[in-house]
């Protein structure tokens, strides 16, 4: 069992920064492959970011590459997205997740073992 805590999230102006943190407690962190999902109204939650238990292995969405960064401290049991160049279209539920599956294997919310309570973030135009 592992239970993940959000925070970081807020209103911010269009080209701003958020830094999300993912506080984990429970089962071995690093057994986890960790993902952040969002989920904007009337739209299905979506694969934002991923990272693999070794932090060798990173993936991102095409709508965020080049503006998101994930990252993860095993040491800590925590993981971050830190979001720059923040749009409109950013604006959403984001969420926390693990898997015990393959890093591969993380796509979609079937994949996913445990969700967090999730956080808002607003961008203002």
């Known amino acids: 069992q592992v239970q993940l805590v959000e925070s970081g999230g807020g209103l911010v102006q269009a080209g701003g920064s958020l830094r999300l943190s993912c506080a984990a407690s429970?089962?071995?962190?690093?057994?986890?492959?960790m993902g952040w999902f969002r989920q904007a109204p009337g739209k299905e939650r979506e694969l934002v970011a991923k990272?693999?238990?070794?932090?060798?292995?990173?993936f991102y969405a095409d709508s965020v590459k080049g503006r998101f960064t994930i990252s993860r401290d095993n040491a800590k049991n925590i993981v971050y997205l830190q979001m720059n160049s923040l749009e409109p279209e950013d604006t959403a539920v984001y969420y926390c997740a693990a898997t015990g599956r393959t890093y591969s294997d993380l796509r979609t919310p079937d994949e996913v073992d445990y969700w967090g309570q999730g956080t808002q973030v607003t961008v203002s135009s």
């Open positions: 429970g089962r071995a962190f690093s057994t986890y492959v």
């Open positions: 990272v693999g238990r070794n932090t060798n292995n990173v």
